[in-house]
């Protein structure tokens, strides 16, 4: 909202694992007027239940609800592009086969063609290169710093 000024209409699309941070934009962006895109390798979906959460606000609020497997479907016209860490704490041991899980996910200058020519970046924090490219990451179009000062208020 700080940067676009609104949130109604814009279009998020989440890139990565199925996590709580996910689960969290799920439940709120349709209540905000957001259309959201996902995209997460097969067997690391968000929570079935919220799923039909955000289905249901969705429809509710008029806003469009997409998954997929395809990190460049999730991306097409999308505002803002989202993703987080590929292994959570405690999830250490899985972290050879989350990696193979998540190859082709990594969020690239490519990744953001299909976006809308206004795109933004968004990481909650810290980030591995393998999750977001350093051209991204470190861009004029990635938020993530404003957004790590404005977490700071809220802890």
């Known amino acids: 909202q ?7 209409g814009l279009t998020i699309a989440w890139i990565g694992d199925g996590n709580n941070v996910l689960q969290s934009f799920m439940t709120s962006a349709a209540k ?15 929570n079935f239940r919220i799923t039909k959460i955000a289905e249901q606000n969705s429809k509710e ?10 990190p460049l ?3 097409d016209s999308a505002n803002v592009l989202v993703t987080d860490t590929w292994i959570s704490m405690g999830q250490e041991e899985e972290k050879k086969e989350r990696l193979k899980a998540f ?11 299909s976006a809308a020519s206004n795109w933004t970046f ?7 290169p393998e999750e977001v490219d350093d ?3 470190y861009s004029p179009r990635s938020l993530v710093f404003q957004e790590a000062e404005n977490r700071k208020w809220t802890i």
Request: hydrophobic share 35%; aromatic share 8%.
């Open 73 to 75: 479907e999730a991306a």
């Open 32 to 46: 905000l007027g957001m259309h959201l895109r996902i995209a997460t390798p097969r067997g690391f979906e968000p």
């Open 135 to 137: 051209e991204v990451f």
């Open 2 to 8: 700080e940067h676009y000024g609104r949130l109604k």
């Open 122 to 128: 968004l990481h909650c924090l810290p980030r591995k």
């Open 61 to 70: 609020y008029g806003t469009k609800l997409l998954l997929t497997t395809d």
């Open 103 to 113: 190859q082709g996910y990594q969020i690239t200058m490519q990744t953001a063609k």
